[in-house]
């Protein structure tokens, strides 16, 4: 793969201002989940053949790695092991807690997430659009009643014979089509995009490292693939933007882009390897996509675990 060109600050604005402004999400209160009709999900509906559920995302993490320096705090409250057994009625109880926006567990962006230039997508101020209470505007309640419709997974690595893409790695426009043409699935109108970098098969593999410095992802222009297909919702096992940045000044051009322009809620660190396994053996790679993030009014996102229903 050749790598992409670096953006200068006036590249990223030429390709920034037309995606605020013409992209299908981009006026929309719900962002590009207004692009999903009801008969886009009966259709999505249709998908399910085999009948196998997988799960997208990965287990919580709660100890401390060179990507996760603030894990998820979890405590339960349960029977001592090896304590004889109280008689009657007891209940075993959990609580915790998550940086929802970390760089290892698995979570969905709500448009609040990203301001850009003092504005919110859709040009909202952001001094107006939060409270002590959470966001006022475009918090995780647009997504309320989920996502749900036609999912397609673009494999790059399978794409280019490799296990992962190794982290800088910058996924491109011509990527995207490439893996869209090789697997013959192709992503249309209220679709939710899913682009497996192959990220958490290596952490698995090889260990945590520093992903602020360096992880596969999309380059800023690859965004306008998922914008030109007008799709519901775009996702990855990684963080969706690549590190380091291709675009000067700007640390997370994909989200700048995708969020604040386009109006696409994000997916970031999915876990993608169960389900490009099963793509893989049956031979297709869309399938039924039910996302349901929390119920938490006011929050800048959710943790979540997508289910793919083939």
Do not use: K
Request: aromatic share 4%; with cysteine.
């Amino acid at each position: 793969m050749r790598p992409p060109d670096e953006m200068s600050g006036a590249d990223f604005q030429v390709l920034y201002s037309p995606l605020r402004s013409t992209a299908p999400g981009a006026g929309a209160p719900r962002g590009a989940l207004d692009t999903v009709t009801r008969e886009q999900v009966l259709a999505a509906i249709r998908e399910v053949r085999s009948g196998y559920p997988v799960s997208l995302a990965a287990p919580v993490n709660t100890r401390a790695a060179a990507d996760d320096d603030e894990p998820a705090e979890y405590r339960l409250t349960a029977p001592a092991r090896g304590v004889a057994p109280q008689t009657g009625l007891q209940f075993a109880r959990d609580r915790f807690a998550m940086n929802v926006h970390g760089d290892v567990n698995s979570h969905l962006d709500a448009l609040c997430h990203v301001i850009y230039d003092g504005t919110l997508h859709r040009g909202v101020p952001a001094t107006e659009a939060f409270s002590q209470d959470g966001a006022i505007e475009q918090s995780i309640e647009l997504a309320r009643d989920g996502i749900v419709g036609r999912g397609v997974l673009l494999d790059i690595p399978r794409l280019h014979g490799v296990p992962w893409l190794e982290p800088g790695t910058q996924v491109t426009v011509e990527d995207l089509a490439a893996a869209e043409t090789r697997q013959g699935s192709q992503v249309g109108r209220g679709d939710i995009l899913l682009v497996r970098v192959g990220h958490r098969r290596r952490r698995d593999e090889l260990g945590p490292w520093d992903v602020a410095e360096a992880r596969a992802g999309l380059h800023p222009t690859a965004v306008r693939f998922p914008v030109n297909r007008q799709v519901a919702a775009l996702g990855s096992d990684g963080n969706n933007d690549a590190a380091p940045s291709a675009s000067r000044g700007v640390a997370f051009p994909v989200h700048v882009l995708a969020i604040h322009a386009a109006g696409l809620h994000l997916l970031d660190y999915l876990q993608l390897e169960d389900l490009a396994r099963l793509c893989a053996e049956e031979g297709r790679w869309s399938f039924l996509c039910v996302i349901a993030p929390l119920r938490l009014p006011g929050a800048t996102g959710s943790p979540v675990n997508p289910l793919a229903i083939l």
